[in-house]
Each structure stands twice: as C-alpha cells, then as structure tokens.
C-alpha cells in the first residue's frame, strides 16, 4: 500500500488482485465471435483463429479465480430480435456488417441464439454471473457496477475480445468507475492482429498487463500462505 499524504491506494500488482476485493470479467467470448461456425468466420470471412486461442487461458484464469475466492463475471453482447435494441447509429454500424433487413435472423449474437451464447468451450461454472448487454462497455445501462459494488469488488482482471472494441471501452469505463484494472494480456485477443497489437501497445505502460500465469501464480502463493 502507498500513501500520498491521508491518501492510500494499492501499489502492487499482488495488492490488487488480491482474491477478496477482485473480480475477473471475460468480455463476449461468444459462438458468433470465436467459433469457426460462427458469423465472424462464415459470414464476415474473419480470422478468429486468435479469439478461439483464448478459450484455454481465459478457463485457467476462472478456476484458479474460483478456487482462491475472485469473483467470475461473464459479458454476453446480444442484439433484441427486430434491431429493436439498436439505435440509428448503431444501424449504421451494423449495415457495415451485413445487416440488410430488421426481420433478418441470421445476423451475430442475436438474442436467443447459438451464436449469442457464450463459446461452447468456456468453462462456465453455477456460481459465475453471466451479464447481458447491448452496447460495447460492459457498464453501460448494465447491472455490472451495482453487482460490483454490492461484492466491494475494487479491482477488475479483464480478459476476452474484441480488443480495439468491447474490450477496451470496458476498460476504459472500468478506470472512470474507479476500479482498478489488470488486462490478462494473452487472455485478450481480436479477429485483427495488427489492431489488437496496437491497442495493447498502448495500455502497457498506462496499467497491469501481466500473463495469465503470473496472476495465477500470486492467487497459488495467497492460497497457500
């Protein structure tokens, strides 16, 4: 812990991880985005070799959370039947990605579908919370923050995808909801290395961005201890 003047703030990546006070929240790992049947690979043609990769850090990363005590929180992007969720801002996006009709049903992560279903290889456990949304902050007009705040949860272990999108707009409505936060670096992951390599380029010296293991690791050491 450091002090600057009556003021204390954790000061070390054990600090802030520490079990009691911390959650990891996995960003839209879902059919549509990760799976090689899913929209990204069949319709959009994406290379989601990379957001398949994650599936064996992000489970390793939730057991070892589940066993030292962390919290496990689970984002699903979802889009209501009819576009009805959508705005005529976020039309426009979705034109961009196929979008042709609003009674089209084959389009990603509708509500109620396989593809909006997190990915089929995610370990997901009873006593994880699973958090629905419909824009790319996992905090906006969600119940993320209330659910935090009632667990006193301080600090966030972010892992998933996309990075340049859901990821990082998390991460940066995490910082101005004062929580800390620590990005699993080879537990996040985009359909575009070029820009996945760019956002983390710049998050590295801004925040905690150690490996899996290393977290894993601190949450083995505290177990034991």
């Known amino acids: 812990m450091r002090k600057i003047d009556d003021r204390e703030f954790y000061d070390t990546l054990e600090e802030v991880v520490e ?25 959009l043609g994406l290379d ?25 929180i689970f984002t699903q992007y979802v889009i ?17 990605a196929g979008l042709k009709s609003l009674d089209q049903e084959n389009f990603y ?12 290889h995610m370990d997901v456990q009873s006593t994880d ?10 905090f906006h007009n969600t119940t993320l923050d209330s659910l935090l705040k009632k667990n006193s949860i301080e600090s966030l272990v972010i892992a998933g995808q996309v990075t340049e999108g859901c990821v990082e707009s998390s ?22 290395r070029e820009r996945h390599d ?3 380029s710049g998050w590295l010296a801004r925040t905690y961005c150690p490996d899996t293991v290393d977290i894993i690791d601190i949450w083995k050491r505290d177990t034991k201890a």
């Not at 209501?80 to 961009?96: E, N, Q, R, Y």
Request: glycine fraction near 8%.
């Open 48 to 72: 989601v070799t990379m957001t398949r990769a994650l599936n064996e850090p992000i489970n390793q990363l939730t057991a070892a959370a589940r066993a030292s005590g962390a919290m496990v």
């Open 129 to 138: 919370h699973v958090i629905k949304k419909f824009r790319g902050s996992a």
């Open 109 to 120: 992560t509708i509500e109620g579908t396989w593809g909006a279903e997190l990915y089929e």
């Open 171 to 192: 991460i940066r409505a995490a910082r101005d909801a004062d929580y800390y936060t620590v990005l699993a670096k080879d537990a996040i992951g985009s359909v575009s």
């Open 198 to 200: 760019r956002v983390m």
């Open 80 to 96: 209501a039947k009819g576009f009805t969720s959508d705005s005529p801002m976020w039309l426009g996006i979705h034109v961009g």
């Open 19 to 43: 079990p009691s006070h911390t959650a990891v929240l996995v960003i839209d790992q879902q059919n549509d985005f990760c799976h090689e049947r899913g929209y990204y690979a069949q319709e």
